[in-house]
C-alpha cells in the first residue's frame, strides 16, 4: 500500500507537464513546508512536551525539570529534525515535478543509505537521555521514599540508588549494542571468562562488596554511631559497599573492609541510647567494708555526669593482693568517646575524695614477706647497715 501510494504521488507530481503548472505546483510546496516547518512543527512537538510534562512527570515527587535536566536541547532536535523533514520532502517533489526524476531517486538512495545511520544514532542519544532522565526519576523517588520511611538509613539509600544507577546504565549499554546490531551473545561469552578471572584476581575486593551489602540489611550500625570494631573504637564515618571508616577520638581514620567487618565482634556502644560504665577502687582491710560502700555510694550520687535511672551501684569484686576492690557501676546517657571519658575523670575526683574524708585507706600496693622459721626468720649480713636509705642496699639471706 506504501508503495502504491508512492507511486500515485510520483505520477501526479509528473502529471504537471507545463511551465506554468510546475510554477504553480513549487509554490505549493514551498508555501506549505514554510507553512509547515515554521509553524505547525514548533508548535506541535512543544504542546506534546507539554502533555507529556504534566500527565507523566508533572507531579508532586517528581518536578518536570529533574535534577535540572535541560529539556530545552531534545526539544529543538526534535524540531530541527522535523523541519529538515519537511523541507527535503518539499525539495523531492520539486526534482519530480520539474522532471528531475533521477537526481531525486539518487538522493532517495542515499537517503536509504544514510537514514538508517541516521536513526540508529538518534535512538543511542535517546537511549542515553532516557538512562539519564530514569536516574534522577529514581533518585527524587527514592529520596522522598527514604525520608518518609524509617525501613531505610541513608546508607541503605545510597547503595540501592548506586545499583538502580548501575542497572539503567547497564539497560541502556545494552539496548544500544543492540540498535547497532552488536552479537551480545559473543560479549556474553566473552564477559563470562572476565569475570572468572576479575572475580579470581579481586576475591577479597568482592568479598567485601558482598559484605556491604549483608551489612547494609543487617545494619548493626550507622553513621555517627560509637562503635568497637575488631578491637578499633570510633565513630563511624562513612559507609561504603567495599569499606568502612570510622573516626577514632585521637583523630585518626581507620579504614576496615567491610569482609573483616562481617566476620568480627561488632559492639554498638549507642544503640541503645545509654552505657553502663565501672571504675574499680581498692579499700584496706581493716577498714569497715559496709562503711566505704556506703561512702562510695553517697559520692556516686553528687557526680551530675552519671544517670539517676538507672542508680549508679557499689559491689564488692574482689579480694585483692593489697585491698577489697569495690566496683562502681554507673550509666551515662547519649554515649560517646568523651562523654565517657568526662564521667569516668567525674567519678574518680570524686570517690577519691570522698574516702579521704572519711578516713578510708586506699592502700598502695603491698606484699608481706615472712622468713621461715628453721632459719630464724631474716638476719642482715654482716658488714652491711639495715637501714633504708643507705648508699648500698640491704642484702638478706635466710
Known amino acids: 500500500m506504501q508503495y502504491a501510494f508512492l507511486a500515485a504521488l510520483r ?98 538512495d542515499a537517503m536509504r543509505a544514510v537514514v538508517p545511520r541516521i536513526v540508529q544514532l538518534a535512538l543511542s542519544v535517546g537511549l542515553v537521555g532516557a ?63 572476565l569475570g572468572i578471572v576479575v572475580g579470581t584476581a579481586a576475591r577479597s575486593t568482592i568479598g567485601s562488596l558482598i559484605a556491604g551489602f549483608v551489612l547494609m540489611f543487617s545494619r548493626p550500625f550507622e553513621l555517627g554511631d560509637w562503635v568497637e570494631i575488631d578491637g578499633e573504637e570510633g565513630i563511624v564515618a562513612d559507609i561504603t559497599v567495599i569499606n568502612t571508616r570510622i573516626r577514632t577520638p585521637s583523630g585518626e581514620v581507620v579504614v576496615i573492609p567491610n569482609e573483616r567487618v562481617a566476620n568480627a565482634t561488632v559492639s554498638n556502644l549507642t544503640h541503645l541510647g545509654q552505657l553502663r560504665l565501672s571504675v574499680d577502687v581498692g579499700v584496706d582491710y581493716d577498714a569497715d567494708l559496709g562503711t566505704a560502700e556506703t561512702v562510695v555510694g553517697d559520692a556516686l550520687d553528687d557526680v551530675s555526669e552519671i544517670e539517676d535511672n538507672p542508680p549508679p551501684q557499689v559491689v564488692p569484686k574482689s579480694l585483692g593482693d593489697s585491698a577489697v576492690v569495690l566496683e562502681c557501676r554507673f550509666w551515662i546517657d547519649r554515649p560517646s568517646a568523651p562523654k565517657r571519658t568526662l564521667a569516668t575523670a567525674s567519678v574518680v575526683r570524686t570517690v577519691k575524695t570522698a574516702l579521704d574524708d572519711a578516713g578510708i585507706k586506699i592502700p598502695y600496693p603491698q606484699r608481706e614477706v615472712m622468713g621461715r622459721e628453721e632459719t630464724d626468720g631474716f638476719r642482715v649480713a654482716e658488714g652491711r647497715t639495715a637501714e633504708f636509705g643507705a648508699a648500698s642496699a640491704p642484702e638478706a639471706e635466710n
Not at 536541547?73 to 523533514?85: E, G, K, S
Open 131 to 193: 538512562a539519564l532522565v530514569a536516574i534522577d526519576v529514581l533518585e527524587s523517588r527514592l529520596d522522598d521514599y527514604a525520608a518518609e520511611s524509617d525501613a531505610i538509613n541513608q546508607h541503605q539509600k545510597g547503595i540501592v540508588f548506586r545499583v538502580l544507577q548501575v542497572s539503567v546504565l547497564v539497560a541502556a549499554i545494552v539496548g544500544g549494542l543492540t540498535v547497532w546490531g552488536v552479537n551480545l551473545g559473543g560479549l556474553l561469552v566473552g564477559a563470562g571468562f
Open 11 to 108: 505520477e501526479t507530481l509528473q502529471g504537471f507537464v507545463t511551465v506554468e503548472a510546475r510554477v504553480a505546483a513549487t509554490v505549493v510546496l514551498v508555501t506549505a513546508a514554510v507553512v509547515t516547518a515554521l509553524l505547525l512543527a514548533p508548535r506541535t512537538v512543544r504542546v506534546l512536551h507539554r502533555v507529556v510534562g504534566d500527565r507523566v512527570l508533572d507531579d508532586e515527587r517528581v518536578p518536570i525539570d529533574v535534577s535540572g535536566f535541560d529539556w530545552g536541547l531534545p526539544i529543538t532536535a526534535v524540531v530541527r529534525t522535523l523541519q529538515f523533514a519537511v523541507i527535503l520532502g518539499a525539495g523531492l517533489a520539486a526534482l519530480i515535478v520539474w522532471g528531475y526524476v533521477g537526481v531525486a531517486a539518487a538522493t532517495v
